[in-house]
């Protein structure tokens, strides 16, 4: 069997292309431990856009994520509103840890950024 030049050297070349283009793609649809959370905890209430219009956010009057209010608090701020609660928003203290509360809080900063809603 004849060997042709260079095959090898494509076919690795292919395959690395291959590789490289799946973990980056993983990497890219793969959510933030922010989100994770927040879809655990937050929706029912917020929702997954983070306007607070669903169902359980109209009755407790959930804080619209997106609006100038929420966003311009500060990081600590918001923080202590997920650990102690506030108005209808129970605590998560005992739920979250400080560093989920955190990452929870990064997320809700994408509202602001994405445009989402």
Same mark, same amino acid.
């Given at each position: 069997?004849?060997?042709?030049?260079?095959?090898?050297?494509?076919?690795?070349?292919?395959?690395?292309?291959?590789?490289?283009?799946?973990?980056?793609?993983?990497?890219?649809?793969?959510?933030?431990?922010?989100?994770?959370?927040?879809?655990?905890?937050?929706?029912?209430?917020?929702?997954?856009?983070?306007?607070?219009?669903?169902?359980?956010?109209? &009755? +407790?009057?959930?804080?619209?994520?997106?609006?100038?209010?929420?966003?311009? /608090?500060?990081? $600590?701020?918001?923080? *202590?509103?997920?650990?102690?609660?506030?108005?209808?928003?129970?605590?998560?203290?005992? &739920? +979250?840890?400080?560093?989920?509360?955190?990452?929870?809080?990064?997320?809700? /900063?994408?509202? $602001?950024?994405?445009? *989402?809603?």
């Amino acid at each position: 069997m004849k060997r042709v030049p260079g095959v090898r050297s494509l076919t690795a070349l292919v395959f690395s292309g291959v590789m490289l283009f799946s973990v980056s793609n993983l990497a890219w649809s793969a959510e933030s431990p922010g989100e994770t959370t927040f879809k655990s905890k937050c929706v029912l209430c917020h929702g997954a856009d983070g306007t607070g219009k669903t169902p359980l956010g109209k &009755q +407790l009057q959930a804080a619209d994520l997106h609006s100038p209010d929420v966003q311009k /608090r500060t990081n $600590a701020e918001l923080h *202590k509103i997920v650990h102690d609660g506030q108005t209808n928003m129970p605590a998560f203290a005992d &739920q +979250l840890s400080d560093e989920e509360i955190t990452q929870v809080v990064k997320y809700v /900063r994408s509202f $602001a950024k994405s445009g *989402k809603k």
